[in-house]
């Protein structure tokens, strides 16, 4: 049973950094995409960055361009989505999603999903 749980969310100063990590398990993880999203209260759930099966980053959401970066570890069988100088606007719920090889932007490519985890930033 393919099993995705996100962890490392919290409340952090703007200005600051967190490191968000997506553990995967239940599935092949080298033949997977891992997609990062995030769902502000009140708004729509939007692509924030994506690391491919190869390991080839897609970046997404403009906003956070130069900021949010992934990586993953294979053997470990996680993917990192490392926020600096995080802003009031990037709170939200941050899932990541499983696609089978490839990013996509839309959701609905994505297979399998984790429950999320809260990040709150402050002013």
């Known amino acids: 049973q393919p099993h995705l749980v996100e962890s490392g969310g919290g409340l952090v100063q703007a200005g600051g950094s967190l490191r968000l990590s997506c553990a995967v398990s239940g599935l092949p993880f080298d033949n997977y995409a891992i997609g990062w999203f995030r769902q502000a209260p009140g708004k729509d759930r939007e692509a924030v960055r994506c690391?491919?099966?190869?390991?080839?980053?897609?970046h997404y959401a403009d906003s956070v361009k130069g900021r949010f970066t992934t990586s993953r570890d294979n053997v470990e069988k996680k993917v990192y989505l490392e926020m600096s100088s995080v802003q009031p606007e990037d709170t939200g719920v941050y899932s990541c999603?499983?696609?089978?090889?490839?990013?996509?932007?839309?959701?609905?490519?994505?297979?399998?999903w984790g429950p999320g985890t809260q990040v709150t930033v402050s002013s």
């Open positions: 999603a499983a696609a089978r090889w490839m990013c996509y932007l839309e959701s609905y490519e994505y297979d399998y």
């Open positions: 690391i491919s099966s190869s390991g080839k980053s897609a």
